[in-house]
């Protein structure tokens, strides 16, 4: 991952060529006028801009990742947030539970 002040242009890169998005169709599946969603989302990627929060969450639920993805700075932490996300509820509820006891050993 490139070193930026802010990770999300990397993430966001990441996660849509996994997904085999084009940046224009990913901008317009998230809400954004059709003229301007090729130049918005290259605009995001490069860095140049960052999504507001809300525009960040409408293309996570469009990528299937959590919008906390975004913001990783470490590879790892990015890869347990993927993992934790594509878990089921109560798996989720499992990890929970696992951490706490770790926790206060």
Known sequence: MSI??????S????ARLKC????RNL???????????SARMNQYERGKHVPDFDTLTKLSAVLDVPVTFFYCT???DAEFQLNY????AQQQSQVKQLLQRINFR
């Open 20 to 23: 085999g998005i084009s940046q």
């Open 4 to 9: 930026n002040s802010c990770p999300v242009a």
């Open 74 to 76: 470490d590879d790892a």
């Open 11 to 14: 993430r966001l890169k990441q």
């Open 85 to 88: 996300h594509q878990l089921q």
């Open 27 to 37: 901008g317009i599946a998230a809400g954004i006028d059709p003229t301007s969603a």
